[in-house]
Every structure is written in structure tokens, then in C-alpha cells.
């Protein structure tokens, strides 16, 4: 951690402050860091809007604290959505819920629903009691501009946003040090706005599974159709790195990087299978063959790799298991070229 950045309710409280003057600041969670604003100072959350890039029809998450009144986020907190929150919450799970009328529409791009999330992560608990004594809401997409790699450390939305009162150009007003996020991967998202018609909705996998949800629910969630609400991560090209990445099977891998060092391309690798890569890769690195601990390093990793000057980053693709679903969908999304790229390269 960064010791001029190290939370202590000295600087927590002065971080809800700037939140409360409608400042942007940025806070770690579990899953990601987080790019927070007032969610009901408009203002402020046109402010993430342009300082992301991102367009004002993604809706942002809303986080509250712990025992927050939900009655004043959303118009109804339906059976199902308080199961939800006795078996996960605090912890990496969106509701999406129909909005309340006084909510500003434009923390939900527009969309008469709202997200809303309690992060289980110290830091962001004791920034949600401070900020408005625990009655705000925190609006807060992933600390990074819009279609990049999400930040798992400090140092990430730093080098995203540069440093605030020392690049004046920085949009933060400051970054609160929560240490490296635990998860990894942003929260599983799950649609519970529109039950009559479509019943539960995964929109986004991550940590908590479908499996999970059905334990608690009695049923598997429904995944998404087309008219369901926008998700910014859901677009093709999300989590991407500036080196293009391949995503490729175990099986494949020996010989596309031979070919590829016969035209002599400089490659990274990020693999889980030991051993099994005597490779020709001028980087590598192993990740761990738990989908936990791969998750968990990540973004780390892909932004790591993103520094050596390589061509291009070769991901050996993980199992299609369920554990292995919220990083999946994430290098589908980082790698949602993969075949443009290597026939470039080849
Ligand atoms: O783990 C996370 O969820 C992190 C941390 C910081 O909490 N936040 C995060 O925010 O990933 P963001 O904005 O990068 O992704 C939030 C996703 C977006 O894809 C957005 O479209 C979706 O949640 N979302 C938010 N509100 C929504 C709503 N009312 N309806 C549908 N989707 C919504
Ligand atoms: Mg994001």
C-alpha cells in the first residue's frame, strides 16, 4: 500500500467530506476500485461520466452502507431481492431494482431501474457510514476511462487518472489505499427490476455463481435477452488492454507460438498449466489454475503485461466450467478479436 494514500478514519472522514462537496474520489472494494460520487449530486455524477468517458446511457451501480433503507433507492424491494441480500450482502453483488422517482435519472443513464450494491471491503464500509452518516449512496463504476482493464490496486486508478493535487489535470479529488482487491473481478450483477416478465436476470457473472443464486432462490437466474437493461461490460470490446490479446486453447498453443516466433513477434503469455508451456514467449507468466486466485491477479496481470512492449498477449483459455465463468467473460471481452489479431500478426 501506498503509505501517503493508508486509510485511517482521519482521511476516511475527509474523503466523505469531498464526496459530500460533490468531488470525485476513488475507493477500494473487494472486487475492484471504485470511481465514487454523491449518487443524488447530479453534478458529481456527470463528473464520473466525463471523467471515465463513459456515455451517460451506462448506468453506474449505487453502493450503500450496511443496513442502508433500501425503500429510499428503490420503489420496491421484492421476496427474492431480500434473500439475496441475507445470504450475500456485504459482498460482490449487484440487485438491480425498479428506481424510485426522487433518484436522479442520470446515476441510471436514464433507465428507470437502479443497481445497487453494499461492498463487503473495510475501507468502503467505514467511507459509506461516514459519507451523509451513512444515508448517501455512493455512485461508483470501476476506477478506470471507459473499455480499459479495471483497477485492483491504488496504484491503477493512479495510473489511469494520475495523482490528484499533483497532476492538475487529474478529475480525483483523492484515492483512498485499501490495498489489492481481494475478488479481483467486478460484482455478479442480477436483474430482479422486471420479475413478472423475465424473473431473476443474471446480467454479469463473477464470484457468486448461478449455482449459489439458485441455492438461495430455488432457481437458476435467466441470462440475458435483448431487451434487457445496458450493461457497459456486457459490450463486446470491455477490458481491454492496449495490446491486443489472443485467447487460445491449451491445445493450440505450442504451435501458434512458433509460428509466431518464426515471424518473429515479441509475445506475452499468461497460462495455468504448469509445465505444460516450454515456450518461445519473450514474457510469461503463471497464473494459478484456481479460478479464485486467477481472478483475484487478473488485471493485474493484464495491465502488467501490457508494459513489456509486446505484440500481442496470448491467453491460454481456461476451463468452461462454472467456477470458471466471471473470468471468462472477462477474456472473451479482452480478447473479442482474438482471430483479426493473430491473422494480422501471421
Ligand atoms: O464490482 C463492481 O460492481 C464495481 C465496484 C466498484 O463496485 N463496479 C463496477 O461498476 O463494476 P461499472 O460501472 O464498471 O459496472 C457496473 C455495471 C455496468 O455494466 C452497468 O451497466 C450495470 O452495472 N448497471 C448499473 N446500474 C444498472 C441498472 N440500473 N440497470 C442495468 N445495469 C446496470
Ligand atoms: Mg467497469
Redesign the pocket.
Known sequence: MNPGLYPNSERILAAAALLEEGRLVAFP?E????LGADAENPDAVRAIFAAKGRPAN????V?VARNADLQHWAREIPTQAQQLIDAFWPG?L?L?FS?ASHVPAVV??G?N???L?C?SHPVAQALLAAFKHGHGGIA????NRFGHV?PTTAQHVIDEFGMPGVNSESPLACVIDGGQSEVGI??T?I?L?RLSTHGTVL??P?RISPVQIAEVLGDMPATPDRAA??????LDAHYTPDTPVALVTTEQLPALMQRLSVHGRRCALMYYTQGAMNSEAAVRLLLSADPQAYAHALYATLRMLDMKACELILVEQPPQDEGWQGVNDRLRRAAFDSAGVLERLL
Do not use: F, K, M, N
Open positions: 472494494t472486487t475492484v476500485y471504485g451506462h448506468p453506474l451501480i453502493h460482490p449487484t438491480i428506481r441510471a443513464g433507465q431501474s437502479v443497481g450494491r461492498p461508483g463504476p470501476s476506477a479495471s467486478e460484482s450483477i436483474d427490476s446480467l454479469r463473477g437493461p445496458r450493461v457497459s461490460g456486457s
